[in-house]
């Protein structure tokens, strides 16, 4: 995600940092330099002549200009600037005093609104707020039924049949949740493959009908500035509330981000990361503006790992390790546990330093974390938990039943006892990587 941007723009710093003093002209040429790189990530025109007109002022101000850190200074500029163009802070969902609270989501059609209202609804749900999932879009084939087995994997309710009219069907499930007392509505709307009138009556209509306290407008990150024209229109018409990017995992070049608050004055609340139900994230601008600059994302790795977690299995690992108790079994587990997490090349690069550490292309092949997966699982629970054991043709066995080479299960070996040996000697320390250096 957004991959690009960020190598343009560190490429512009990394010139900077060789410089004792900025000049008018540097300031001049990384305006210039900034403004190609928002461009080829898509960025609207009018958004990224605006983006770079502040920065070349704030760069041209006596304290950078006199700064013996320039670099540092202009990244400073950019960072915040960037968190500004998209929304400040973060922006949280409001929900209505007197419950049921009704969100409407509303979008092109392939935007992926029917999955981003179950998403949603998992959410709310893990946050204590029930919801019923309202299946308003009447006229794609199999979207009540797709909505109904997303319901059904996350035990939520869903209110819809084929062929009713869709301004009923909200009406109705705003008044079922209402008698049943469902504390949040989440309406999936129809969509059209671009912008068209009837469309829009139908969703003024259903708004009029049910009275949303949220509209979302549900985006792909992929269609770059064209989101945010799209955004533009349906705000224009209905007045959306916030936004949900999807596929934001994917190869993003980052103009829907970075244009549509500025367009719309619409923040993106949501951020769709993954196929799975659960792969949705609250939005925030400073962190994802320090992900652009190379600067990492601590707050949110720390959230996905308590996502898998618990303070009770931190605490047990913690006992195995002062002991040094830590077998392979408590390894796979380990690593189970962080698959759970996402893409691995990801995880790397949200520790600050480390993507402009590690090479542009890193891609931590997902087949060599399923091999040591596979060593490991084709040792007996005793050579799990006492690796000594492991002779030559326990080793050859082993690299057999998983369909590796002997050197990989030796490699794995060495590697495990390495790190059990530096986990030992800080295991006063509260260690927070066990499962470091294993995976190569």
């Known amino acids: 995600m957004l991959s690009t941007l960020s190598e343009r723009l560190g490429g512009i710093f990394e010139r900077l940092s060789s410089r004792g003093r900025l000049t008018e002209s540097d300031v001049n040429d990384v305006a210039r330099e900034v403004r190609v790189a928002l461009l080829e990530a898509d960025v609207n025109l009018a958004v990224a002549k605006d983006f770079v007109a502040k920065i070349k002022e704030r760069a041209a101000g006596a304290d950078v200009l006199a700064s013996l850190t320039p670099a540092q200074s202009v990244v400073k500029i950019v960072y915040d600037e960037l968190v500004l163009l998209m929304g400040g802070a973060q922006a949280r969902l409001q929900f209505s005093d007197a419950p049921p609270s009704v969100i409407m989501l509303v979008g092109l059609q392939g935007s992926g609104k029917t999955t981003q209202a179950a998403k949603l609804g998992l959410r709310l749900k893990e946050q204590g707020r029930r919801s019923l999932l309202v299946a308003a879009d009447v006229y794609r084939p199999a979207a009540i039924e797709q909505l109904r087995s997303l319901g059904k994997q996350i035990d939520l309710a869903v209110y819809g049949e084929a062929g009713a009219d869709p301004v009923r069907t909200a009406t109705d499930a705003v008044a079922e949740a209402r ?32 009275s949303p306290k949220e509209i979302l407008f549900v985006a792909d990150a992929m269609t770059g500035q064209q989101a945010s024209a799209v955004a533009k229109e349906f705000d224009r018409r209905l007045g959306i509330s916030g936004v949900i990017l999807t596929k ?55 959230e996905k790992t308590q996502s898998v977690y618990s303070l009770e299995q931190a605490k047990t690992l913690e006992q195995k390790l002062r002991k040094n108790d830590f077998t392979l079994d408590d390894f796979l587990d380990q690593l189970r546990q962080v698959r759970k997490l996402g893409s691995m090349s990801d995880l790397v690069k949200m520790i600050p330093g480390m993507s402009k550490a590690l090479p542009k292309d890193l891609e931590i092949d997902e087949n060599d974390v399923r091999r040591v997966e596979a060593i490991i699982c084709s040792m007996t629970r005793s050579e799990r938990r006492r690796p000594e054991i492991l002779n030559g043709s326990r080793r050859r066995r082993i690299a057999l039943g998983s369909g590796t080479q002997v050197s990989e299960v030796n490699r794995i070996i060495k590697q495990f006892e390495s790190s059990r040996q530096m986990m030992k000697q800080l295991g006063s320390k509260r260690p927070r990587f066990p499962f470091g250096g294993l995976v190569s």
């Open 248 to 302: 934001m995992d994917g190869d993003a070049r980052g103009g829907a981000a970075l244009s549509i608050y500025a367009q719309t004055g619409a923040p993106i609340k949501f951020v769709g990361v993954g196929e799975k139900v659960a792969a949705l994230e609250a939005f925030h601008p400073d962190r994802l503006a320090s992900r652009i600059l190379g600067m990492g994302d601590v707050l949110t790795l720390i």
């Open 179 to 210: 008698r049943i007392g469902i504390s949040t509505v989440v309406i999936d709307t129809a969509g059209r493959l671009q912008v068209d009138d009837e469309m829009m009556r139908e969703l003024e209509r259903i708004k009029a009908a049910v």
